[in-house]
């Protein structure tokens, strides 16, 4: 039934119409050549008009008896053009305002862009969004999104996973510019791995992406983007603390050693070993850490070639468990992590033919992962080597046609092992991958996209397997978008790697032996909406997505309250409704306001040792989130208020046990406020925040934290935050390339 309508609503999509009215399309520049987003365009002497998007494209009905295009960005002079002929795309240049004395006049950039011409759904999450929180890594950029979720796993390691269309994070490819990272050993800890203060943008697409990238992403795929030598600060840097005794120093550098060769320099080290009891129950709200980052990356271009190194170094130790400052403990519970992790990159790309946008690319990534830990008295140790390369082919036979195809290889090799009762075990495994696609995009005058890709891959311990994915874009108004999409989606899961935080607990883990791929259908659908009102513009977006497993590795904690068994759903269901609406409108100048609903229902079949299978929401999930954010800057950008409410609904607890239930079957909803100011000078700036306004704390989020070696013992039982209020600020300062 359900592929039915798929099939239904693709054939509808396809069939319709294609308006024949006539636009004027075009792009807005700065002198520099680099794109301005949200520029204002509107027809001369009426308020019909749109703004520009996160490539500075725009595209407007014509107006009858209207000559002239007036385009206006504040810090710029107003330009207005004569439009003749809507056949060929307007370039508008935008010139910079003089500056008097020390006056800057300046206008508030997008924090968050969702791409209008873009046929997959993609939001672009820029440094200024980053900046309106206490970001000090990747883990902490999604305060203010409403779609990503970032929870705690569990209450003794630290341990953060991403929440997308009601699905862990595991089925979120990650991607380092564009090339998969943070897989396998990396998975849990990696969103701790990305300083704030290095990215330049992170860009989140729901449902199936591209082809290119792999066959991993099954809920969507977060893409981070670093700071390049080109375009990067002269120098800046960033300091950050809090009362919770965390501090924290991140500075880049960038060097143009000529018109053709550039490198930079990112530096990040974090302390923070303050021990914190809030709830007395014995045990470390949050793991003592400390972390040192060191990242190097060159740039070289010519006219028709254009290649990019770069190599960097981790180091990280971390300690959860009891706390001994206001406890005493003979033996006390600990958990010990250390990591190292080594990463190598390039990206090669030759021009072949600039005019029909023909190129080649090559794209190699390989890293070393290196975790050894101690689970109180249980040895866990995990290093993964990595290897992948892609080959690409680009070609825009016309505007209307275009084809991308590839070869890529994946390879990844695991020394894994756990000790459990003197018992060592191994785990070590190696796959290899090797796949190849293509890609088709059709284009009918940027009202109608297709973009339909098929890859095959062949799997050393799965044999082949075949990706189609489709996406479609049309635009039946300049204040309508439709998007659709569907395709599949495959991962191998590494159960150990990606769950060793239930090590902290006194669960028995059963993994079933030769577990097989996991493999999923995604389909979604977005409506947006742009609604000129009252000389500003409404953005209204509702989107569904749905998503069901074929194939999936149930990490089952329901069966038993003192077990955690991995097993292939055969027989069963496993599947994930995600609906969303979401509205931005910029009340007066200087303000951003969006408001967010989203609802899940998420329900996987459990099968227990006697057989008997039960459908139960996934454990641990909110039923709802509503997300409320709201920003003021001050004019001349001297002032900026920032407040962001999470509204969270309950859900439901893992089943706990009959005789003696230890917790609830389910847990409340909740909320959790965020507020910043920050004063900006010339080149530098303060801010002051507090995360966790009004001390929401998760009630013994440690399961029987009294008797950490019995058989209740459980840090895993986390749905709401671990920790109270924590006040920071912050100094940031940098010397731009303007």
């Avoid at 028709?304 to 180091?315: I, S």
């Avoid at 292939?568 to 931005?584: C, I, K, M, W």
């Avoid at 999470?646 to 507020?675: H, I, S």
Wanted: net charge negative; charged share 20%; with cysteine.
């Amino acid at each position: 039934m359900m592929k039915q309508l798929y099939l239904t609503i693709l054939l509808f999509l396809i069939v319709i119409p294609v308006s024949a009215e006539k636009l004027v399309k075009g792009h807005v520049w700065d002198e520099q050549d680099e794109p301005i987003v949200g520029a204002n365009i509107y027809w001369e002497g009426s308020r019909q008009g749109t703004t520009s998007d996160a490539d500075g494209y725009f595209e407007l009905e014509m107006k009858e008896n209207a000559e002239n295009l007036v385009v206006s960005y504040i810090g710029y002079t107003t330009s207005v053009v004569r439009v003749e002929d809507t056949s060929k795309p307007l370039r508008i240049v935008l010139v910079g305002e003089v500056a008097l004395q020390e006056v800057v006049v300046s206008e508030r950039r997008i924090g968050t862009i969702a791409s209008r011409t873009s046929v997959l759904q993609t939001q672009k999450i820029t440094y200024d969004e980053i900046c309106r929180a206490a970001c000090c890594n990747l883990a902490e950029s999604f305060e203010t999104n409403p779609s990503v979720d970032v929870s705690y796993s569990d209450a003794a390691t630290g341990a953060r996973q991403i929440k997308l269309l009601g699905l862990a994070g595991t089925y979120v490819q990650m991607l380092t510019e564009n090339y998969p990272n943070f897989r396998g050993a990396a998975s849990l800890y990696g969103l701790d791995y990305v300083p704030g203060a290095w990215m330049e943008s992170i860009q989140v697409s729901k449902g199936t992406s591209s082809v290119k990238n792999g066959y991993e992403a099954l809920a969507g795929q977060i893409n981070v983007e670093f700071k390049k030598p080109p375009t990067a600060d002269i120098f800046s840097v960033n300091l950050f603390g809090s009362d919770a005794g965390r501090y924290e120093g991140n500075a880049d550098v960038s060097w143009h050693i000529n018109d053709k060769v550039s490198t930079g320099l990112l530096v990040h080290y974090s302390n923070d070993k303050m021990q914190h009891d809030g709830n007395d129950d014995g045990f470390l709200d949050t793991p003592l850490k400390e972390q040192v980052n060191l990242m190097n990356r060159w740039y070289h271009k010519l006219d028709h070639y254009v290649a990019q190194y770069g190599v960097r170094y981790l180091h990280e130790n971390r300690t959860g468990g009891q706390a001994s400052m206001h406890h005493y403990f003979a033996d006390p519970y600990r958990v010990r992590l250390q990591t190292n992790r080594a990463e190598l990159f390039t990206k090669q790309a030759y021009i072949i033919d600039k005019e029909k946008v023909e190129s080649v690319a090559l794209i190699l990534s390989g890293s070393y992962h290196e975790q050894r830990s101690m689970y109180d008295r249980t040895p866990y140790n995990v290093y993964q080597n990595n290897v992948y390369a892609s080959l690409l082919y680009e070609k825009e036979f016309s505007p209307a046609h275009s084809l991308s195809t590839g070869l890529s290889l994946n390879y990844d090799s695991f020394d894994e092992n756990l000790t459990l009762d003197g018992v060592r075990t191994p785990y070590d495994r190696t796959e290899v991958v090797p796949g190849a696609y293509a890609q088709y995009t059709y284009n009918l005058n940027d009202k109608f996209i297709l973009l339909a890709g098929l890859r095959a891959d062949y799997s050393s311990l799965y044999d082949f397997f075949v990706t189609p994915r489709l996406h479609v874009k049309y635009n039946p108004f300049d204040w309508f978008h439709v998007r659709f999409s569907a395709g599949k989606g495959f991962r191998t899961a590494n159960v150990l790697a990606e769950n060793n935080f239930l090590l902290s607990s006194s669960r028995k883990m059963n993994i079933a032996a030769d577990l097989d791929q996991e493999e999923a259908w995604n389909t979604g659908v977005n409506l947006s909406f742009y609604i000129p009102l009252f000389g500003k513009e409404l953005t209204l977006n509702g989107e569904w997505y749905y998503t069901d497993f074929q194939k999936q590795v149930v990490v089952d904690m329901d069966s038993d309250p003192h077990a955690v068994r991995f097993y292939n759903l055969e027989d069963g269901r496993s599947y994930s409704n995600s609906f969303q609406v979401e509205a931005t409108y910029p009340f007066f100048r200087g303000v951003s306001l969006t408001a967010a609903y989203r609802y899940t229902d998420a329900k996987t079949d459990y099968r227990n040792v006697e057989g008997v299978t039960r459908r139960l929401k996934k454990p641990l999930v909110s039923d709802y989130k509503g997300l409320l954010t709201a920003s003021y800057q001050t004019p001349l950008k001297k002032w900026q208020f920032d407040l962001t409410g999470q509204f969270n609904g309950g859900g439901r607890m893992p089943t706990p046990d009959a005789v003696t239930p230890l917790w609830k079957p389910d847990f409340k909803a909740y909320t959790v406020v965020n507020a910043q100011i920050t004063k900006y000078f010339r080149r530098w700036s303060v801010y002051i925040g507090a995360e966790n306004l009004f001390d929401y704390k998760q009630p013994h989020p440690i399961i029987d934290a009294e008797n950490p070696r019995g058989d209740n013992f459980d840090g895993s039982m986390v749905w709401g935050p671990v920790h109270g209020r924590k006040i920071y600020a912050g100094l940031r300062f940098n010397i731009s390339r303007d």
